[in-house]
């Protein structure tokens, strides 16, 4: 039995996963296309990768050196995606890939910066990839997610991390709680708190404005789909500050303004939660996994996602916050300072 194996860097809520699939075939030699495409309302531009997925009497080995193997020339795909009986055709982009175990040639990535917007959970956006050699059209269709409500923070006032503690003073709080209502089409949800800073040098006064660092908080699943759950995920605010001073730098003769958070949650499609499922690792002794596509003629995937900043703006520390930073063990090293 011959072998068919493709792989593809692709971009999952805010993290670059790899994702390796093999497919075993019957067939006689033959070339497959291998489509991913995530469409995100909030984004300025859409991106759509299509490989080929290679098969032959030659040992996987051989044919990853080959660039005719897994990538597609100029001109020999049409691209497009269907906004309610607009075409939109993308362009072509060359992209420049790393030296590696595949063929290391420039490959092609198709974008557009046409908006794409949602006006309903049921409205239909269709991917067409139209093979100019051999006229086989590769076809999807998804949804889009409206975007989040965010409770928990309130937007209008200051973030808290500290509590009030009587014979302690201010002590850290015993759990932070981020909390939104879920949006109809969307299954995962995976939260990042964004500390925003600035930083200036001393020995110039230059500014940097906006440095961050993220902190991953957690997941959370609505397995129905539906709008209008109540959500969360929690997480200490001692450990907040731990992995903050672990891990943001310091430059010598500098200090840091301004703390503040953005509240940044990524929200995955049904069909995009599926294909993580179908394709993240097997803990189990049979690694016989169940694939996953949801294109017409083709393997891969056309879904959607919804990743923004809920909070819609960037939210400062309260005073007390400011002063656990510049005064804790944990991150007094930093050089946080009030003015």
Request: charged share 20%.
């Given at each position: 039995?011959?072998?068919?194996?493709?792989?593809i860097l692709v971009v999952i809520s805010f993290f670059i996963v790899g994702c390796e699939t093999e497919v075993e075939l019957n067939d006689d030699y033959e070339?497959?296309?291998?489509?991913?495409?995530?469409?995100?309302?909030?984004?300025?531009?859409?991106?759509?990768?299509?490989?080929?997925?290679?098969?032959?009497?030659?040992?996987?080995?051989?044919?990853?050196?080959?660039?005719?193997?897994?990538?597609?020339?100029?001109?020999?795909?049409?691209?497009?995606?269907?906004?309610?009986?607009?075409?939109?055709?993308?362009?072509?982009?060359?992209?420049?890939?790393?030296?590696?175990?595949?063929?290391?040639?420039?490959?092609?990535?198709?974008?557009?910066?046409?908006?794409?917007?949602?006006?309903?959970?049921?409205?239909?956006?269709?991917?067409?990839?139209?093979?100019?050699?051999?006229?086989?059209?590769?076809?999807?269709?998804?949804?889009?997610?409206?975007?989040?409500?965010?409770?928990?923070?309130?937007?209008?006032?200051?973030?808290?991390?500290?509590?009030?503690?009587?014979?302690?003073?201010?002590?850290?709080?015993?759990?932070?709680?981020?909390?939104?209502?879920?949006?109809?089409?969307?299954?995962?949800?995976?939260?990042?708190?964004?500390?925003?800073?600035?930083?200036?040098?001393?020995?110039?006064?230059?500014?940097?404005?906006?440095?961050?660092?993220?902190?991953?908080?957690?997941?959370?699943?609505?397995?129905?789909?539906?709008?209008?759950?109540?959500?969360?995920?929690?997480?200490?605010?001692?450990?907040?500050?731990?992995?903050?001073?672990?891990?943001?730098?310091?430059?010598?003769?500098?200090?840091?303004?301004?703390?503040?958070?953005?509240?940044?949650?990524?929200?995955?499609?049904?069909?995009?939660?599926?294909?993580?499922?179908?394709?993240?690792?097997?803990?189990?002794?049979?690694?016989?996994?169940?694939?996953?596509?949801?294109?017409?003629?083709?393997?891969?995937?056309?879904?959607?996602?919804?990743?923004?900043?809920?909070?819609?703006?960037?939210?400062?520390?309260?005073?007390?916050?400011?002063?656990?930073?510049?005064?804790?063990?944990?991150?007094?090293?930093?050089?946080?300072?009030?003015?």
């Amino acid at each position: 039995m011959k072998r068919i194996s493709l792989s593809i860097l692709v971009v999952i809520s805010f993290f670059i996963v790899g994702c390796e699939t093999e497919v075993e075939l019957n067939d006689d030699y033959e070339f497959n296309s291998y489509v991913f495409c995530l469409l995100d309302q909030n984004a300025d531009t859409q991106f759509v990768r299509v490989n080929r997925a290679f098969l032959g009497s030659n040992s996987a080995d051989d044919m990853v050196k080959y660039e005719d193997s897994i990538n597609y020339k100029s001109g020999d795909l049409n691209v497009e995606i269907i906004d309610e009986g607009n075409v939109i055709r993308l362009e072509g982009d060359l992209v420049s890939k790393e030296a590696g175990y595949f063929n290391n040639s420039d490959y092609i990535v198709y974008y557009t910066t046409a908006p794409i917007t949602f006006s309903s959970a049921d409205k239909l956006y269709e991917l067409r990839v139209t093979n100019n050699l051999t006229g086989e059209v590769i076809t999807g269709k998804t949804s889009l997610i409206d975007n989040l409500t965010l409770n928990d923070p309130n937007p209008n006032f200051d973030v808290s991390f500290i509590r009030n503690c009587s014979e302690e003073g201010y002590c850290f709080g015993r759990s932070f709680t981020i909390n939104w209502r879920s949006s109809e089409n969307a299954v995962k949800y995976e939260v990042t708190l964004r500390l925003v800073y600035d930083e200036i040098d001393l020995s110039t006064n230059d500014t940097i404005v906006g440095k961050y660092f993220d902190f991953y908080v957690g997941a959370n699943s609505n397995t129905r789909a539906n709008s209008g759950t109540v959500m969360t995920v929690d997480f200490s605010p001692e450990l907040f500050y731990t992995v903050i001073g672990r891990s943001v730098e310091t430059p010598p003769n500098t200090v840091k303004r301004l703390p503040r958070v953005e509240v940044l949650i990524a929200a995955a499609h049904e069909d995009l939660s599926l294909y993580i499922d179908a394709t993240k690792p097997s803990n189990d002794i049979n690694q016989n996994k169940p694939s996953y596509s949801n294109l017409s003629n083709g393997i891969g995937l056309f879904s959607s996602r919804n990743y923004r900043n809920v909070a819609q703006k960037q939210l400062p520390f309260n005073p007390q916050s400011i002063q656990k930073l510049i005064e804790s063990d944990l991150t007094k090293h930093l050089n946080f300072r009030t003015n």
